[in-house]
């Protein structure tokens, strides 16, 4: 690189802090240059040519992300470097890399990965990321016990047997995979967040051995109908199980420690043990077939509360809960063709809505309305519309839908 390139490089560059960073550069950027300065970080954004030529020896941390980088021929120079981030690239081979044995961090996430077989070199890694790649074998993993934090969310992963010797693992990130078996899981005694959603998982017992986790993450695993050994995960403050199968959430009664649940797109009716969970400040429970919310009135910590989609129909009950809770109501099929307590029904939403509560409010008729019905509800929405007004700053979103010729 010549002195007027390595000056227009600079001058397109930022250095801060012993870090280097260039950002936007279409011209070829190499290292030979940085040995001229103090700097221990080096960061390339957005830069599509790239060469290792020449590449110093005493950067300790390197970023190259969204560059579309596909080759790390001559990576292997630097052999100071702890922190590698390699993000959002088109990277399918990591040879270089795995001569790096100084590594602690790796980021490698959103490339072409689909083997990783010389990573077992890789020895000091406390933390990998691997998400978003093509992967299906990772057995070169198991050879990586000092490893904390591991990412691998969002690959073609069904084998995780090999993870059962990460013993220092605290954070697992094994999401939108093709994993049916997690048995092996039961050995990381001392892992504290597991998100395993979006996968083929029938089977948690194994989960029991999991004391010390505070966040947990089983949604989208449609066949995890019994929860029973989630009730030994006292430490639990954070559980997202949407769109299981999930009948009974008895269990949960013992995870007292919960701040964050979030039990949408299940088959729940019974939700009487939530009482227990008096730590709890956010709930989601949509898409249930809930009626009654009794449970809940004691709830003292709660600040947001999810029940659209369910069967509650005493809106009275809503309006009795603690007045600092934000509420999300879709309130569907509040009347029916005959219904003659239509108008308490509606004056009691409007009450409700005083009551720091947000809501979706539809009248749909089932296209079997009769002109009496229609000439009712024009009645009540005269009256209830002239206070309005007076509730609007509450109220979301008003819809009538279905109802053609309700106000004709």
Request: glycine share 2%; aromatic share 8%; net charge negative.
């Amino acid at each position: 690189m010549t002195d007027e390139n390595i000056n227009n490089l600079i001058n397109e560059a930022q250095i801060i802090n012993n870090q280097l960073r260039i950002f936007n550069n279409q011209k070829i950027v190499d290292f030979s240059f940085v040995n001229d300065y103090d700097i221990n970080k080096l960061i390339i954004e957005e830069c599509p040519k790239i060469s290792f030529i020449g590449t110093p020896t005493n950067i300790i941390e390197l970023e190259i992300n969204n560059c579309q980088l596909k080759f790390l021929d001559g990576i292997q120079q630097m052999i100071q470097l702890e922190v590698l981030s390699l993000v959002y690239n088109s990277i399918s081979e990591i040879q270089g890399v795995c001569e790096l044995i100084n590594l602690q961090e790796l980021y490698l996430n959103g490339n072409c990965l689909k083997n990783i077989y010389n990573i077992q070199n890789l020895t000091n890694l406390t933390k990998l990321l691997l998400g978003q790649n093509e992967l299906t074998d990772i057995s070169a993993i198991s050879c990586l016990n000092q490893l904390n934090i591991l990412y691998m969310q969002q690959n073609k992963i069904y084998d995780i047997d090999c993870l059962q010797k990460l013993c220092n693992l605290k954070e697992l990130f094994i999401s939108e995979n093709k994993i049916t078996n997690i048995i092996s899981l039961g050995n990381l005694i001392n892992l504290q967040t597991l998100l395993i959603s979006n996968n083929n998982i029938s089977d948690i017992s194994a989960l029991k051995h999991l004391t010390y986790i505070k966040q947990l993450d089983l949604s989208h695993n449609k066949q995890v109908r019994d929860i029973y050994h989630l009730k030994f995960l006292v430490n639990l403050e954070q559980l997202h199980i949407i769109q299981c199968s999930l009948t009974d959430i008895s269990p949960l009664r013992a995870l007292t420690k919960l701040e964050i649940l979030n039990l949408e797109g299940n088959q729940l009716i019974d939700i009487s043990v939530l009482q227990h969970l008096t730590e709890l400040q956010q709930l989601q429970l949509c898409d249930n077939n809930i009626i009654c919310i009794d449970s809940l009135y004691n709830l003292n910590y709660l600040t947001f509360l999810n029940l659209s989609m369910n069967m509650i129909s005493e809106f009275d009950s809503i309006r009795d809960l603690p007045s600092h809770v934000l509420v999300y109501q879709d309130f569907q099929q509040i009347a029916t063709q005959n219904d003659i307590n239509f108008s308490n029904k509606l004056f009691a939403i409007f009450r409700a809505s005083e009551h720091n509560i947000q809501f979706q409010l539809k009248l749909q008729s089932q296209k079997q309305i009769s002109l009496q019905f229609k000439t009712k509800i024009h009645q009540i929405m005269d009256t209830a519309l002239q206070n309005f007004v007076h509730f609007s700053q509450n109220v979301t979103n008003l819809f009538l839908s279905n109802i053609q010729g309700a106000f004709q």
